[in-house]
């Protein structure tokens, strides 16, 4: 079995559930284009409170970054998911 490597933005432990990650079951149970329309309003909400929450990092740009990629059918994690 991979190991499956977590940080911050792309992979969130809070956001794993075994070997399950949260938006492969948000595509599981609401559907592909449903999932992609969230992350895109999730996006929207990280670029609205950008540098409120985290005023010296990226970390809200880049999420919003990671949700945007995923909405238009671009999985981020493919580029980061072995260690």
Known sequence: ????????????SHYLE????CIDAMVAVFGLKYTQKYAEIVAFKYLWRMNKKHKTSNQDKLKAIWYLRFSMGDDPREENNEI
């Open 1 to 12: 079995m991979k190991k499956t490597k977590t940080d911050p933005v792309t992979r969130p």
């Open 18 to 21: 075994d070997s399950i990650e």
